[in-house]
Nanobody, 122 residues
Framework: QEQLVESGGGLVQTGGSLRLSCTAS????????IAWFRQAPEKEREFVAG????????HYADFAKGRFTISGDINKNTVYLQMNSLKPEDTAHYYC???????????????WGKGTLVTVSS
């Protein structure tokens, strides 16, 4: 069964950094684009950042540009989301997903991880 497993969430103060990891099965990493989404309480899920299969091109939401960096390690089948200058409004469950990403607003995701919680204290 294909799967995605997230890790790296936690509690951090405003201005701090966290690095999230998404480890995928070899099939997913080889054939699918991978993206990070987030969902805050009582808010809709939103696209954060995405990377093409085998860690190629990248896409970012406007709020992520300049603060977040998505990258991939093909040797570890892992995609990372480095988050810097974190703000309380970044508090959310962060999910890793695999599918097809055309743009940051046009995508179809087929596989989802269970998520990891990021809490940014003020």
């Amino acid at each position: 069964q294909e799967q995605l497993v997230e890790s790296g969430g936690g509690l951090v103060q405003t201005g701090g950094s966290l690095r999230l990891s998404c480890t995928a099965s070899a099939l997913i990493f080889s054939y699918y684009d991978i993206a990070w989404f987030r969902q805050a309480p009582e808010k809709e899920r939103e696209f954060v950042a995405g990377i093409g299969r085998l860690a190629s091109n990248t896409h970012y939401a406007d709020f992520a540009k300049g603060r977040f960096t998505i990258s991939g390690d093909i040797n570890k089948n892992t995609v990372y989301l480095q988050m810097n200058s974190l703000k309380p409004e970044d508090t959310a469950h962060y999910y890793c997903a695999a599918g097809r990403i055309r743009t940051r607003e046009n995508y179809e995701m087929d596989y989802w991880g269970k998520g990891t919680l990021v809490t940014v204290s003020s």
